[in-house]
């Protein structure tokens, strides 16, 4: 089996690399991943300026574009004719309606509109639960096993979330469920961060209105809205959540 890996994190992001590891152990892999960090980008592809390409070593090269970039690059330019390609492990979840921002979701839906199965792969993250690529890539491949061995893929892609779990509570050993994404987005808001205006005679007197905010997005991951049965409910509850998703809608399946 051939497989094509990329992500959103860029292409030294230690998800991905772990996850290289792990899957050229049973097949031969590829990497074409952005040469820095593209994480939101969503769908995003480069249309109007020039995309370079670098080899970075054996089998692996840099994209200077986004997810969705590197799989046409991958699939159209280097022709490397991947039997899947996988988009991971991204680093933070993808649940819910975030899908439709995701750029690890977009390259593993651009592979599927170009007819390449895709699996789209990420890790939730708790701040109390220390992080550990190699285990975490050891469970994607646990994951991806139990996808495979469904058979065909069909027109569409599959979305991953792995769980925020103790590595010495039974690593290896974890529920894995089919289910549906989170309709409901999560609560945010914009603090107002801007810097103070000077409050001195001179500069009120000679003060334009102010013409520039800089605003801080906030918002709390953990009290998202979790229907019960979504992939926000379950990934939370510690289980490895399964999306299929439709490539040709776009965003999330309703």
Known sequence: ???????????????LQFLYEVLTKKAECFVVAPDQGRSCCSHGVTTHTS?????????????SGTPADCVRVGL???DLKPDLVVSGINHGGNLGVDILYSGTAAGAREASLLGVPAIAISQYMRRDI???????????DIVLENILKRGSLGAGYWNVNLPALPKQLAALDFP???????????EFS????SEPVEKGLETLKNAAPRSVQTLSYQGNYQARPRGKGSDVDL???GHA?????DSVRVGVRI
């Open 1 to 15: 089996m051939k497989i094509l890996l990329t992500n959103d994190d860029g292409i030294e992001a230690e998800g």
């Open 130 to 140: 220390e992080r550990d690529w190699d285990v975490s890539a050891r469970r994607a």
């Open 241 to 245: 959540t399964v999306s299929w998703l």
């Open 235 to 237: 990934c939370f509850g």
């Open 176 to 186: 894995i469920s089919v289910c549906d994404p989170e309709l409901q987005a999560m």
């Open 190 to 193: 914009f603090d107002d961060v």
């Open 51 to 63: 995309l370079e390409v670098v080899a970075r070593r054996m089998n692996q090269w840099t994209v």
């Open 76 to 78: 159209l330019w280097l």
